[in-house]
């Protein structure tokens, strides 16, 4: 994380965690951009628009002066009626609430990390000054996964998935809370976000597990909720920033307290980096390892399955649950048939799973199909889910 270790570019992780600061320093400036936009697009909107079309049509060309006085009062329909322009004064403070966790974040990453605020000024003003702004979407989405990670109304996102994952667990390592004496299974969660899962693993008992993410902005949050992390200390309104599919403006502004339950410090090993080279001293070294919505993030598939089998003890498992869908630059877009071809022949030996984990996707019991939820906002009137494919395989 040093400066002066390796070169310094945006790839660098000090660089990597400054552009994240940036994005949660910059939060409210840029959301409340976007507000005075759609402020000024209602500003557009003719008298016509913003009144019904009976009243349109009554107070048309040749109306009467009675006719013609309705039309200039309807210009103020919308107000009237649905109070539209105070909308985006209501947006404007739930974000200007926003930005104090951020703040928040931003203050936790700086002491974490042992970086000083005048670096953080400096790297803002001098990104800025090249015409580099602030990753908005970025900033939004490790937001968003606090709720899918760390509130209640992300029960209905995990509740299904994390069932598959831990009743698969208790099958493969039933022994491992019995033998005091022995080592606790060593397990690996690459992709982990904001950590929720490798928690809730640990919790389990026998597991001693090492989460790994590569987004500073998600490793940010991270820090911040191991750092002040007690039970429904923290509240925000994550769904403030879209303005689409809401049953009514409460919910799109509404609060959501968060982490549902406390975070404790120390109860995984949290590695930073990129999972094809942040454990190139570990070969053999874990009993198992869980790619949850992960394998298709990759740059090169080949990789992630090359490390997965190094790192990996012969014998050990590796459990995987998550779409196929694939970025914009992968090098390889293997199908689900591919995938299992080829990790055949990498030496993974696929095991017959449960039903807890859905119906099988072929004729054999091995990989399985389940519906898994990832939309964050349960009352929505959208719904994105995916058939997540699920299996376990023994390395040979």
Known sequence: MARDHGTWSPHHPRHRLLDALHGFSKYYEQQRAEVHRLRGLYGQASPSQKQPAAVAVRAGAGGSRVDRGRAVDAEQFLEKHVAYSSKFKRVEQKLAANQHVCDDIVQAALAFYNIGADELRRHVHDSEAKGRRADKTSVSQSLKHIVRDWTGEGDNERNATFACLVSTLDRLFPDRNRNPLRDHVRLLLPGSGLGRLGHHIAQLGGFQVTVNEWSM????VYRFLEARGSALSHSFHPFVDSWSHHVSDDDMNRAVRFPDVAVRPGTVLA?????????????????????????????NLMSYFDTISRVLDKGGVWINLGP????????????????LAVTREMGFRFLETAEVCGDPTFSEPTVRSMEAVYSFDRVALTRSAYSAQFWAATKL
């Open 324 to 339: 196929l869908l694939y970025g914009t630059g992968p090098l390889v877009q293997l199908s689900l048939e591919d995938i």
């Open 271 to 299: 590695v930073e980096g990129d999972f094809t080279t942040a454990f190139t001293n570990q070969s053999a070294h874990y009993d198992a390892v869980v790619t949850y919505f992960f394998i298709d993030t990759a740059r």
């Open 217 to 220: 902005y998600m490793n940010a």
